[in-house]
């Protein structure tokens, strides 16, 4: 399979999209994926997001073309983490 | 005691990159995780805090003697640095309040929640470096251990009801129900952002008008990437300084390796940090179940709404030029010119994403936080050199545009330091009018939502 190129956003890519990191690379790691992590900071999406297979967003972010984007507070909140970890799977078109 | 009192100042002694690693494996052992996950957690927090060292060194190198020429040639007092958010709270987290206060205020808010004092469940553990900044700014003026914890807990009382106050607007402006956002230097703007608003309300032809966020958001992208920011920021500040080429490209591109490189260092804090937030979470969330909160989390999850994220760019420009023009301003913006999002998230809500609002209501904000910054300088200075940071001997302060927005804190130093008079009484006039506008517009958030509301409750019923 494909290297997977996830992007990383928050408002400063400091501190809620380290959480967000840590947990998507575990979750991939754990089903065998190789996965390329990126953070950054919210503004300098428009710039980064070429070549990307996923967004994953704790902040609202306008446009970035055809690449998915899923907005999660989840993996800070502790509520609905299972829902947002299935829509990272489904959007990344991996297995369940 | 004696041997009690010497092993505590001897670990006080070692600096932050060792004594974190020791006190975060005891924490988190208190919270509930394993040895070796706390540990490793902790060793984290102390690395970071080497490589936040190293970025200071080539921030104080670079930008430090950058300011004293603009003194010396232009006769700009711009002698203090601003050194950013994420300096602030490593200091702040390297302070000897820091642990104590960490449980203190965790303790605290369970407490408020279970009297009903507070909605919010602030789960939320990066961001207590605010409540920390604001006791430790305290325990180094007064020299005093209580006075610390005494106006760290206030400040985090005061801030749970500000987020319970703006609740409404975070589930109906920015589209998060069942959150709040207990973030020091954000919400305590709120109610004199309310209060522009109302008056902006009353000013005719001025409250029609609008602009368009997505507009400005492309002609301003650019101060959104650091590493453009601190280039074109380098050059500037090199030629206003009158280096010669060489020393100009030099600045342009160091200054741009600060902004790249600091996030990533700060963010091995938060790393290191996550074991202990997520227990204090479990302690907290388990203690209430079922019970109707708000869940406090960080000002971040909302600064990507398009009016903020416009606001924050268009804010760049416009601060830089306000720290030459306003009299009373020393502070050099460079760092947080990359978190201005943070202290004017509630310029532009206040105005529901209006964004002519959005820019007046931020330009107060700052001219609020040039002053506070730099009246703070003096401290924030004491306490980054008690923590063991390399600042440059001699003349440079630090400071920052978000410390300069930690005005709750500022107004209680202001108003408990007696010897000070004058001061006493600035701090006492401010809160007196602060309180004064909060108490004026203790209506308008859930007025201005006042259909979204009634619509909810309707379908509840």
Not at chain 2, 13 to 27: A, K, R
Not at chain 2, 44 to 71: D, K
Not at chain 2, 121 to 143: C, E, Q, T
Not at chain 2, 262 to 272: A, C, F, I, Y
Request: aromatic residues 8%; contains cysteine.
């Amino acid at each position: 399979m494909a290297k997977k190129k996830i992007l990383v956003a928050c408002g400063s890519g400091i501190a809620t999209s380290t959480v967000v990191a840590n947990k998507v690379k575990e979750l991939l790691n754990s089903k065998g994926v190789d996965a390329h992590i990126q953070q950054c900071k919210a503004a300098e999406v428009p710039s980064l997001i070429d070549g990307f297979d996923l967004l994953v967003t704790t902040t609202p972010i306008g446009d970035v073309g055809n690449v998915p984007v899923v907005r999660t507070i989840s993996f800070i909140s502790g509520i609905g983490i299972e829902k947002d970890i299935e829509l990272i799977i489904e959007k990344l078109g991996l297995e369940k | 005691m004696d041997t009690i009192k010497g092993a505590v100042d001897f670990i006080l002694g070692l600096g932050p990159s060792i004594m974190l690693p020791i006190i975060l494996t005891i924490l988190g052992l208190l919270f509930g995780q394993k040895l070796g996950k706390s540990f490793r957690a902790g060793l984290t927090v102390g690395v970071g805090f080497v490589g936040i060292n190293l970025v200071i060194e080539l921030l104080s190198g670079s930008l430090g003697p950058a300011a004293q020429a603009l003194v010396h040639r232009l006769g700009l007092n711009l002698d203090v640095l601003d050194v950013g958010w994420p300096i602030g709270a490593a200091i702040a987290f390297g302070t000897p309040v820091a642990p104590i206060l960490i449980v203190l205020i965790l303790i605290l808010n369970v407490v408020l929640l279970a009297t009903n004092l507070t909605k919010t469940m602030d789960i939320d553990l990066w961001n207590y470096w605010h409540f920390i900044f604001a006791g430790s700014v305290a325990y180094y003026k007064f020299d005093s251990m209580f006075m610390g914890l005494l106006v760290g807990c206030i400040t985090a009382v005061i801030i749970f009801k500000l987020a319970d106050w703006t609740a409404p607007a975070a589930e109906h402006h920015f589209g998060l129900p069942g959150v709040s956002f207990p973030h020091t230097e954000s919400v305590n703007f709120a109610p004199l952002m309310y209060a522009l608003n109302k008056v902006e309300d009353k000013i005719p032809g001025f409250n029609k008008l609008n602009a368009n966020p997505e507009t400005i958001q492309k002609r301003f992208g650019i101060f959104g990437e650091p590493i453009m920011m601190g280039v074109i920021l380098g050059i500037i500040l090199g030629i206003l300084g009158g280096y010669d080429l060489a020393g100009i490209l030099d600045l342009g591109i160091k200054l741009a390796a600060v902004l790249v490189i600091l996030p990533r260092m700060v963010s091995l804090l938060m790393e290191g940090l996550m074991p202990i937030s997520e227990g204090s979470r479990e302690f907290i969330q388990k203690r209430f179940p079922g019970k109707e909160i708000y869940i406090g989390l960080d000002a971040a999850v909302v600064v990507g709404h398009p009016a903020a994220m416009a606001i924050s760019l268009i804010m760049v420009p416009i601060t830089i030029l306000l720290a030459a023009a306003l009299p009373y301003n020393r502070m050099l913006p460079f760092a947080d010119l990359a978190g201005i999002c943070y202290v004017t998230v509630w310029a532009v809500a206040a105005s529901r994403g209006n964004i002519v609002r959005g820019i007046v209501n931020s330009i107060i904000t700052m001219a609020i936080i040039f002053f506070v910054g730099t009246d703070l300088a003096g401290l924030t200075t004491t306490m980054g050199k008690a923590v063991g940071f390399n600042f440059p001997e001699g003349a440079t302060m630090i400071s920052g545009i978000d410390l300069g927005g930690h005005i709750i804190p500022w107004m209680m130093i202001k108003i408990l330091d007696f010897k000070d008079k004058a001061g006493m009484l600035l701090g006492l006039g401010a809160a007196v009018v602060y309180g004064l506008l909060w108490f004026w517009v203790r209506n308008d958030i859930k007025k201005q939502f006042a259909t979204e509301i009634a619509e909810k409750e309707e379908v509840a019923e």
